[in-house]
């Protein structure tokens, strides 16, 4: 079976990491020269997380190289991971569904929790699908775990494919430092304790993508990491 493989793209005024998570080509379709399309010149199907603004962009640049998105994951509700949410989805079709989690809903809901409206564009979104810990989302030919971590807001979430050692932070944990907790519904001790009991005991080998900044590990940041 086809690796996963995870693409990102900067987006907004905060410089916030969209990420998109997708099955690798077969090695008929990385002969051919192709992007995202397989070897039948079908698009791939992907799993785009935060998508933070500007969605018919990352909907133009994902379809002009092969994908097609199949479903839109958000980590949290802050304006800066959801600006893009709305118009990705209405260019991507209806049957994309947004999942968010459960403990998020007032959050993406309220133009003022979720600072959208503090910074000049209020935006609300309904999620299609609320998912819980532990829950499995299996999208695009591919699953991923929920793995709860509030801190950073009450709902926020991360998305660990144990298949591929990838998980997908948000703004709970990054390198060498975690998410501010200092906006509506944030807790440091709640933050820190998340991180601790739910991303620490991952492999330490999980390579984690934050929603801003680069990449790193679990192993890292269990050295490194001055917060934990």
């Known amino acids: 079976m086809a690796k996963i493989r995870i693409g990102k793209m900067v987006l907004g005024v905060c410089q916030t990491n969209t990420y998109f998570v997708y099955r690798d080509q077969d090695e008929t379709a990385q002969s051919t020269g192709g992007e995202g399309k397989d070897s039948q010149g079908a698009m791939r199907e992907t799993i785009v997380i935060d998508p933070a603004d500007h969605g018919g962009k990352i909907y133009d640049a994902l379809k002009r190289n092969g994908f ?11 304006f800066d991971h959801i600006w893009g949410c709305e118009e990705l989805v209405r260019e991507a079709g209806e049957d994309v569904k947004v999942y968010a989690c459960a403990a998020e809903q007032e959050l993406l ?13 209020p935006c609300t979104i309904k999620a ?3 998912v819980k810990d532990g829950d499995i989302i299996e999208e695009a030919g591919m699953c991923c775990k929920v ?6 807001t009450a709902g926020g979430c991360c998305y660990y494919f144990a298949e591929a050692d990838l998980l997908v932070s948000g703004d ?8 501010r907790t200092d ?8 933050l820190v304790r998340s991180i601790r009991e739910k991303l620490l005991v991952l492999p330490e080998n999980t390579q984690v993508y934050p929603g801003h900044g680069d990449s790193t590990t679990i192993d890292y940041e269990k050295k490194y990491n001055p917060f934990l």
């Open 68 to 78: 097609q998105v199949k479903a839109v994951l958000l980590t949290h509700g802050h």
């Open 109 to 121: 809901e309220d133009a003022g929790k979720n600072v959208s409206a503090q910074a000049g564009r």
């Open 128 to 130: 299609d699908v609320f």
């Open 147 to 152: 793995i709860a971590t509030p801190g950073h």
């Open 172 to 179: 709970t944990l990054f390198q060498e430092s975690v998410g």
């Open 183 to 190: 906006l509506p519904t944030g807790s440091m001790g709640t």
